[in-house]
Nanobody, 121 residues
Framework: QVQLVESGGGLVQAGGSLKLSCVVS????????MGWFRQAPGKEREFVAL???????AYADSVKGRFSISRDNVKNTVTLQMNSLKPEDTAVYYC???????????????WGQGTQVTVSS
């Protein structure tokens, strides 16, 4: 089993920054693809960013150029640096792990409990 715990969410004004962290424990592996997803009230969970086992990355168009994902396989952590935040970025953000390099939530086997990000205008 793999456990994921997110932290770093909070309330920030538009244009501000937040850094989300995800600590991976249990059956850890640098072979997992790690993803960040988000879900706003009344909306489906959507892909935000992912980082593969070779540290290749991919981003949703809506966050490209503003968000940056990174991983530390020694500390078993994944970080999402979010800059130039907008009110539409408000959502619960989830960290997830998968054996597949995918942007689809259904392909992720393990999920954290989520952390709330609220961006005020």
């Amino acid at each position: 089993q793999v456990q994921l715990v997110e932290s770093g969410g909070g309330l920030v004004q538009a244009g501000g920054s937040l850094k989300l962290s995800c600590v991976v424990s249990g059956r850890t592996s640098s072979s997992y693809a790690m993803g960040w997803f988000r879900q706003a009230p009344g909306k489906e969970r959507e892909f935000v960013a992912l980082i593969g086992w070779t540290s290749n990355t991919a981003y949703a168009d809506s966050v490209k150029g503003r968000f940056s994902i990174s991983r530390d396989n020694v500390k078993n952590t994944v970080t999402l640096q979010m800059n130039s935040l907008k009110p539409e970025d408000t959502a619960v953000y989830y960290c997830a792990a998968s054996w597949r390099l995918s942007t689809r939530p259904i392909d992720y086997n393990y999920w954290g409990q989520g952390t709330q990000v609220t961006v005020s205008s």
